[in-house]
């Protein structure tokens, strides 16, 4: 009889399966700039955009920090010598 996938590793995988990816918020994130800037947009859907967007960018950010965390953990295992630099300065 053939071992069925546990449900738990199911989900998780379709899950990340229909995760956005960074570039994938990021296009959208531009999309919801533009829209907010056309002169045509009543308060309601104005709000709306606003508020998915600050969802998409926590999200973007959240995904940028965890691939600097992989980044220095792969250099800390290399060996390499570690040298924190503030992109955002």
């Known amino acids: 009889m053939p071992k069925r996938p546990s449900t738990a ?5 379709e899950a990340a399966a229909e995760a956005p990816t ?3 918020e990021l296009r959208r994130l531009e ?3 533009r829209l907010l800037e056309a002169d045509d947009m009543d308060l309601d859907a104005a709000l709306a955009l606003f508020e998915e967007g600050v969802r ?3 999200r973007a950010r959240h ?3 965890a691939a600097e965390l992989k980044v ?3 250099l800390e295992e ?5 040298r ?3 992109l955002d300065a």
Do not use: N
């Open 63 to 65: 995904t940028l920090e």
């Open 9 to 13: 590793g199911t989900a998780a995988a």
């Open 31 to 33: 999309e919801i700039v």
């Open 22 to 24: 960074l570039a994938d």
């Open 78 to 82: 290399a060996g390499g010598s570690l």
């Open 72 to 74: 220095q953990t792969v």
């Open 84 to 86: 924190l630099v503030d």
């Open 56 to 58: 998409r960018l926590q």
